[in-house]
C-alpha cells in the first residue's frame, strides 16, 4: 500500500509565510518526480512545483522566487515552502508522486490542504 499525506495548510496574512509537508508511507515503492499542485474554486488544477529523484526543481512563473520545493529521500518527504504569500496563492494544494509500486508506475495524489492568505 501507498498512501500520501499532507500537513501544514492554514490561514496566513499577505506577506507571511507557510510550510506544507506530504509523506509518502508504504513499502516496495521507488518514488520519482514528486510535486504539488493547486487549485482556486473556479479553476483548474495547475502544477506549483516539482522535484526530480536528482532534484531537479521546476516552478510556475508565478511563484518563482518565492516558494521552494525540496525532498528528504531517507524520509520519503518533500517540503514546499512558501513566503511572501499573496492573495492569489489561496487554493488547496495537492501532493503528487510518480511512484513505482510493484512494478505498476501511478500518480498518487494526496488528500489536498487549505492554503487561505488573507487579513
Known amino acids: 500500500q501507498v498512501q500520501l499525506v499532507e500537513s501544514g495548510g492554514g490561514l496566513v496574512q499577505p506577506g507571511g509565510s507557510l510550510r506544507l509537508s506530504c509523506a509518502v508511507s508504504g513499502s516496495d515503492f521507488n518514488i520519482n518526480t514528486m510535486g504539488w499542485y493547486r487549485q482556486a474554486p473556479g479553476k483548474e488544477r495547475e502544477l506549483v512545483a516539482s522535484i526530480t529523484s536528482g532534484s531537479a526543481t521546476n516552478y510556475a512563473d508565478s511563484v518563482k522566487g518565492r516558494f521552494t520545493i525540496s525532498r528528504d529521500s531517507a524520509k520519503n518527504t518533500v517540503t514546499l515552502q512558501m513566503n511572501s504569500l499573496k492573495p492569489e496563492d489561496t487554493a488547496v494544494y495537492y501532493c503528487?508522486?510518480?511512484?513505482?509500486?510493484?512494478?505498476?508506475?501511478?500518480?498518487?495524489w494526496g488528500q489536498g490542504t487549505q492554503v487561505t492568505v488573507s487579513s
Open positions: 503528487n508522486a510518480d511512484i513505482t509500486f510493484r512494478w505498476l508506475k501511478r500518480n498518487y
